[in-house]
């Protein structure tokens, strides 16, 4: 049997008599007034402009890592190129809808925001470069690697959080279907803005400590996003 | 290897790899005229839904009855394939409607209404089917059992349901739509999504709120499926 058959026997027909319009739906449709469309990157601008405020205030006003100024310059702008980039990338991801399209894609938005993730991943475990007598390692500071890890991913956490509140408002209608990919997208976002930050706070430079608490953070936060937006958006 | 293959081809000594190499080059010519081609079409259906749904959030009452008789019939169709009640379907496309008017303001200017109103439908379909699990037996409202489910939609329309000759054998199809049925949701989901209203693979994945790759996977195993469930048993030869 041929796909051709299978069509013609066993698919329901594309049209069917539709009912006229409900008394319901015609008497919202008579008092109608123009209104207000959205852009298709009006979203990602005020998710944006409202997230990186606290990024913003905290690099201006946080103490820089003691090793900063030891470290390579070509790594310290390749490792922020990246993390910017895949804040980048997820954020654009979870909020702008392809050309010609009025939601945003939930399997794009995953798929960015999953990529976004193992770049950094990979990057932090493979590329993580220190300063022997600069930089600093947990027990330097009388903290476990579990203690400097769990402390970095809250504060990458933190910083996600206005993301995930402020991209939760602006998809408020907007993600009928595939709510926990568009989540995890926009966490991830969050999380890499989190770790943009705390690459240039962080005085531990260890690689175990930035993958797991810089990267791991991200992933946290990304793991935060598809758990919570289904949830909050539901409400 | 192109500019060498021209040099033996002038000299007309073959190429050993002249076949591929031209290939190649075809290839790579035609590739991009089709893609720039595949970028610029222009679905006519799209760019009516599209003008239409301009003119209703401009505040066009006559806008909001053309959108409705252009895609009602289309999201009934679906609305029906998934929660398999005519009621029920009629009652869904009347609320993704509302819906939608609701939510105009999301609409992004001169972008194809058509998957985000199918996406509104598909939550409302889902909702219902929810609402449905949670109350297994519903009664009306007097306190008693509902009657009869409604009848099928047939699609058929009034002209082609007079050719008899028109219609297809209705043992097979009601075998045919009974194995559609067992289908897993998601399965007959995707099929009808891909096979049934045209959707693109990617469209269909933003319906579904899933990925392209899910949506293909789903719709060859549907086909699969359906094969294995609608092949004629063999007949067993008398001992």
Not at chain 1, 158 to 181: S, Y
Not at chain 2, 93 to 117: C, D, S
Not at chain 2, 159 to 171: G, K, W
Not at chain 2, 190 to 215: C, D, F, N, Y
Request: hydrophobic share 50%.
């Amino acid at each position: 049997m041929t796909d051709k058959d299978l069509d013609d026997r066993a698919l329901p027909p594309a049209r069917v008599e539709a009912p006229p319009p409900s008394r319901d739906l015609l008497k919202a449709v008579e008092g109608m007034k123009p209104v207000r469309t959205r852009t298709r990157f009006g979203a990602l601008a005020a998710v944006a402009l409202a997230g990186l405020i606290a990024p913003s205030a905290v690099l201006a006003r946080h103490v820089y890592r003691p090793d900063l100024g030891a470290l390579p310059v070509g790594w310290v702008i390749a490792a922020a190129a990246l993390w910017a980039g895949a804040f980048a990338l997820a954020l654009t991801a979870a909020l702008v809808p392809r050309r010609g399209d009025v939601l945003p894609a939930p399997g794009r938005a995953s798929r960015a925001g999953g990529a976004a993730l193992v770049g950094l991943l990979a990057f932090t475990a493979l590329a993580t470069v220190q300063v022997p007598g600069v930089s600093l390692r947990p027990a330097d500071a009388h903290l476990t690697l579990l203690q400097s890890c769990v402390h970095c991913a809250s504060f990458v956490l933190e910083i996600a959080l206005p993301f995930l509140l402020v991209g939760l408002f602006a998809l408020r209608r907007l993600v009928p279907m595939g709510r926990a990919r568009v989540g995890l997208a926009l966490g991830a976002a969050g999380g890499a803005a989190g770790g943009l930050v705390i690459h240039f706070i962080c005085p531990f430079a260890g690689t175990a400590h930035v993958v797991l608490g810089h990267a791991g953070g991200a992933v946290l936060a990304a793991a935060a996003g598809a758990a919570l937006l289904p949830t909050l958006l539901r409400r | 290897m192109t500019a060498t293959v021209a040099l033996r081809l002038s000299t007309g000594e073959p190429h050993p790899r002249a076949g591929a190499a031209v290939r190649l080059a075809v290839a790579a010519t035609a590739a991009p005229v089709y893609l720039l081609a595949r970028w610029r079409a222009v679905d006519p259906e799209a760019s009516e839904a599209a003008e239409v749904m301009g003119r209703y959030c401009r505040g066009d009452g006559a806008a909001f009855h053309r959108l409705y008789a252009l895609l009602a019939p289309r999201l009934a169709a679906y609305l029906f394939g998934l929660l398999r009640d005519k009621a029920a379907a009629e009652d869904a496309l009347q609320l993704t409607f509302l819906k939608v008017h609701e939510a105009r303001a999301t609409y992004v200017m001169g972008a194809n209404p058509i998957p985000w109103m199918y996406t509104i439908a598909h939550r409302t379909a889902l909702d219902e089917l929810r609402k449905r699990r949670r109350n297994r037996v519903q009664l009306t409202k007097e306190g008693t059992l509902p009657a009869e489910p409604a009848a099928d939609l047939t699609g058929i329309s009034a002209e082609s349901a007079e050719s008899e000759a028109a219609r297809p054998d209705p043992a097979t199809t009601a075998g045919a739509r009974a194995a559609l049925e067992r289908l897993p949701e998601n399965q007959r989901l995707a099929l009808i999504l891909t096979k049934v209203h045209g959707r693109s693979t990617a469209e269909a994945a933003m319906i579904a709120g899933t990925t392209p790759g899910a949506i293909k996977q789903r719709a060859h195993r549907a086909y699969v499926t359906l094969r294995g469930l609608l092949r004629p048993e063999p007949r067993k030869e008398p001992s």
